[in-house]
Each structure stands twice: as structure tokens, then as C-alpha cells.
């Protein structure tokens, strides 16, 4: 069953003027003359007279109420029926467009047709040239937030490589302290502990280059 307040867009308590409003802007935009002919045009204008017709006369208004509402009461809800308008109301509109679209270009001069391609190409042009540049852009951010981790990861092992060369420090000092008391020991037992300070320097040494090694290569890594 059509839905005559659909073809018209009105709402189903649209006065008379507002049906006469409706009918003689429809009919002018859809007459077969001002659209060459076209079969669709003709159809929709075939339909905008026929609901006219019937929602004009009063008597033939009222009888048409009565048949649209017991032909969705018992099987959809207004939800469902406001979801079926809408989509046949999309569908007609991209219908319309196309329709349009193709009397438009049908008419166009070679010159025109050129002209439009030729924008729709700067267009698509310029559109390409701006998600380059969001790229781009993005690439940037994410390379430049890499590089500040990296940085910070740098502060943060040299702030480890100096708490150690403060340890190995201090590791000196008491070995010098030691020896400085040990100073008035016999000659045996100082070159004793000498040695211990030099072989404790070189193994400390020896910790402090394989912790640098390390970080280092953890640094490559990431």
C-alpha cells in the first residue's frame, strides 16, 4: 500500500493548504515536460497526482487513514515503520540524485565535462597531498617519542655508570686508607697488601667495563 503522506512529505495531520503547498511544488519538480520525459520522473509524478487525489476529498482521505492504519497495526510498531519510511526515504533520495546527476551530465558540453573532471582531479589531488602529510606528521611523533625513551633510558644507565664510578672511589680512598695504616707494617706485609689494592682496582675495573658493555648493548637492542 503507498504511503501518500511519504510521496507528498507530509505528516499524517497535514492541513488542506499544506497538501495544496506540497502538491504544487512536487508536481512542478517532477512534470515529465521540465525532465525530458524520463520514465522515472513520469512514475513519481504518476504518484504525487494520485496522492493528491485521494488526500484532497475529505471522504477519500478519511477511507485511505482507516486502510494505511490497519495495514501496520497488527504487524509492525511505529519504531518499525518510521525505520522503513527512512530508509525508503534514503533510498529515493540517492535515486533522485542519481537521476539527476545523469540529466545533468547528459547535457553537459564536452568543455564542461572536462573542466569537472579536471576538479575532480585537483580534488583528489589535494586530498592525497593532505593524508601524506598526516602521515608524515604521524610518522614524526611516533620516531620523535621513540627517541625521547631511547634518551631517557641513556640518562638513566649514565646516572648507573656514575653511581658506580662513585663506589670504585670510594673503594680507592679505603684502599689508600689501608695502606697508609699499614704503612708502618713490615716490608713483606706491605707489599702484600699492595698487591691485594692493585688486584682489587683491576677487578673492580674489570666489573665497571663489563657493566658499560652491557648497557650498551641493551641500549642497541632497544
Avoid: W
Amino acid at each position: 500500500m503507498k504511503n501518500y503522506y511519504y510521496i507528498l512529505g507530509l505528516e499524517k495531520n497535514a492541513s488542506i493548504n499544506e497538501i495544496k503547498s506540497a502538491y504544487r511544488k512536487l508536481s512542478v519538480k517532477f512534470h515529465p515536460d521540465k525532465n525530458n520525459g524520463d520514465a522515472f520522473f513520469e512514475s513519481r509524478f504518476k504518484d504525487i497526482n494520485e496522492a493528491y487525489e485521494v488526500l484532497f476529498d475529505s471522504e477519500k482521505r478519511r477511507t485511505y487513514d482507516i486502510k494505511l492504519s490497519l495495514n501496520f497495526s497488527e504487524k509492525t510498531n511505529e519504531k518499525e515503520i518510521k525505520d522503513v519510511e527512512d530508509k525508503l526515504r534514503k533510498d529515493f533520495e540517492e535515486k533522485l540524485k542519481q537521476k539527476e546527476e545523469e540529466i545533468r551530465r547528459k547535457y553537459q558540453t564536452p568543455e564542461q565535462r572536462a573542466k569537472e573532471e579536471f576538479e575532480n582531479k585537483r580534488k583528489l589531488k589535494e586530498q592525497q597531498e593532505i593524508n601524506e602529510k598526516k602521515n608524515l606528521v604521524s610518522e614524526l611523533n611516533t620516531k620523535t617519542i621513540s627517541l625521547r625513551e631511547k634518551k631517557d633510558k641513556l640518562l638513566k644507565a649514565q646516572g648507573e655508570i656514575s653511581n658506580i664510578k662513585s663506589e670504585i672511589s670510594l673503594i680507592e680512598h679505603r684502599i689508600i686508607e689501608i695502606n697508609s695504616i699499614l704503612g708502618n707494617k713490615s716490608e713483606p706485609k706491605l707489599k702484600e697488601y699492595e698487591g691485594m689494592g692493585l688486584y682489587t682496582s683491576i677487578l673492580v675495573s674489570i666489573i665497571l667495563l663489563l657493566v658499560i658493555i652491557a648497557i650498551c648493548v641493551q641500549l642497541s637492542y632497544e
